[in-house]
Nanobody, 123 residues
Protein backbone atom coordinates (compact mmCIF):
# COMPACT_ATOMS: atom_id res chain seq x y z
CA UNK A 1 0.00 0.00 0.00
CA UNK A 2 1.31 3.46 -0.88
CA UNK A 3 0.78 6.00 1.88
CA UNK A 4 0.63 9.74 1.28
CA UNK A 5 0.78 12.34 4.04
CA UNK A 6 -0.51 15.87 3.69
CA UNK A 7 -1.23 18.88 5.86
CA UNK A 8 2.18 19.77 7.20
CA UNK A 9 3.51 23.29 7.21
CA UNK A 10 4.65 26.14 9.41
CA UNK A 11 2.90 27.16 12.60
CA UNK A 12 3.40 29.38 15.61
CA UNK A 13 3.66 28.23 19.21
CA UNK A 14 0.12 27.35 20.31
CA UNK A 15 -1.30 26.96 16.81
CA UNK A 16 -3.00 23.92 15.31
CA UNK A 17 -2.40 21.79 12.24
CA UNK A 18 -4.13 18.75 10.81
CA UNK A 19 -2.20 15.97 9.09
CA UNK A 20 -3.88 13.41 6.87
CA UNK A 21 -2.76 9.96 5.74
CA UNK A 22 -4.36 8.49 2.62
CA UNK A 23 -3.84 5.86 -0.03
CA UNK A 24 -5.00 5.65 -3.63
CA UNK A 25 -6.14 2.03 -3.19
CA UNK A 26 -9.02 2.95 -0.84
CA UNK A 27 -8.11 0.19 1.63
CA UNK A 28 -6.71 2.15 4.54
CA UNK A 29 -9.56 0.85 6.71
CA UNK A 30 -7.87 -2.57 6.74
CA UNK A 31 -4.71 -1.33 8.42
CA UNK A 32 -3.61 -0.19 11.80
CA UNK A 33 -2.20 3.30 11.26
CA UNK A 34 0.35 5.20 13.27
CA UNK A 35 2.11 8.52 13.14
CA UNK A 36 5.79 8.77 13.94
CA UNK A 37 8.03 11.79 13.80
CA UNK A 38 11.71 12.50 13.47
CA UNK A 39 13.34 15.76 14.42
CA UNK A 40 16.76 16.77 13.07
CA UNK A 41 19.50 14.84 14.81
CA UNK A 42 17.06 12.72 16.79
CA UNK A 43 15.70 9.20 16.60
CA UNK A 44 12.31 8.55 15.06
CA UNK A 45 9.67 8.46 17.79
CA UNK A 46 6.14 7.21 18.11
CA UNK A 47 3.37 9.81 18.23
CA UNK A 48 -0.04 8.11 17.99
CA UNK A 49 -1.77 5.05 16.60
CA UNK A 50 -5.26 3.74 15.82
CA UNK A 51 -6.36 0.21 15.05
CA UNK A 52 -8.30 -0.79 11.90
CA UNK A 53 -11.72 -0.19 13.47
CA UNK A 54 -10.85 3.04 15.24
CA UNK A 55 -11.79 1.56 18.59
CA UNK A 56 -8.25 1.60 19.98
CA UNK A 57 -5.97 4.61 20.11
CA UNK A 58 -2.66 5.18 21.90
CA UNK A 59 -0.54 8.27 22.30
CA UNK A 60 2.96 9.17 23.31
CA UNK A 61 3.02 10.95 26.66
CA UNK A 62 4.54 14.01 25.04
CA UNK A 63 1.45 14.60 22.87
CA UNK A 64 -1.34 13.19 25.05
CA UNK A 65 -4.10 15.76 25.47
CA UNK A 66 -2.82 17.87 22.56
CA UNK A 67 -2.93 15.52 19.56
CA UNK A 68 -5.86 13.40 18.39
CA UNK A 69 -5.76 10.56 15.88
CA UNK A 70 -8.96 9.61 14.10
CA UNK A 71 -10.38 7.77 11.12
CA UNK A 72 -12.70 9.22 8.50
CA UNK A 73 -14.54 6.19 7.21
CA UNK A 74 -16.20 8.02 4.34
CA UNK A 75 -12.91 9.34 3.00
CA UNK A 76 -10.92 6.30 4.15
CA UNK A 77 -8.25 8.49 5.67
CA UNK A 78 -6.57 8.82 9.04
CA UNK A 79 -5.95 12.24 10.48
CA UNK A 80 -3.77 13.59 13.24
CA UNK A 81 -5.05 16.81 14.77
CA UNK A 82 -2.19 18.75 16.32
CA UNK A 83 -3.31 21.35 18.86
CA UNK A 84 -1.32 23.57 21.21
CA UNK A 85 1.78 23.08 19.09
CA UNK A 86 5.18 23.65 20.64
CA UNK A 87 8.55 24.28 19.00
CA UNK A 88 9.63 20.82 20.17
CA UNK A 89 6.93 19.33 17.92
CA UNK A 90 9.00 20.39 14.92
CA UNK A 91 9.77 17.26 12.91
CA UNK A 92 9.01 15.29 9.80
CA UNK A 93 5.83 13.34 10.49
CA UNK A 94 5.39 9.91 8.94
CA UNK A 95 2.30 7.81 8.47
CA UNK A 96 2.78 4.03 8.80
CA UNK A 97 0.50 1.02 8.26
CA UNK A 98 0.31 -2.34 10.04
CA UNK A 99 -1.17 -4.94 7.69
CA UNK A 100 -2.74 -6.88 10.56
CA UNK A 101 -4.87 -3.93 11.59
CA UNK A 102 -3.15 -3.52 14.93
CA UNK A 103 -2.38 -0.36 16.84
CA UNK A 104 1.15 -0.53 18.22
CA UNK A 105 3.83 1.97 19.19
CA UNK A 106 6.65 -0.17 17.78
CA UNK A 107 8.02 1.07 14.45
CA UNK A 108 9.26 -2.44 13.65
CA UNK A 109 5.65 -3.66 13.45
CA UNK A 110 4.70 -1.34 10.60
CA UNK A 111 5.00 -2.67 7.10
CA UNK A 112 4.41 0.43 4.99
CA UNK A 113 5.59 4.00 5.38
CA UNK A 114 4.82 7.29 3.74
CA UNK A 115 7.40 9.84 2.61
CA UNK A 116 6.68 12.23 5.45
CA UNK A 117 5.43 15.77 5.83
CA UNK A 118 7.32 18.58 7.54
CA UNK A 119 5.87 20.37 10.55
CA UNK A 120 7.76 23.43 11.75
CA UNK A 121 6.68 25.29 14.89
CA UNK A 122 8.30 28.58 15.77
CA UNK A 123 8.16 30.43 19.07
Amino acid sequence: VQLVESGGGKAQDGDSLRLTCATSQYNLHMYGIAWFRQAPGKEREFVATVNYSGAQTYYADSVKGRFTISRDKDKDTVSLQLNSLKPEDTAVYYCAANRFGRATSLASEYHYWGQGTQVTVSS
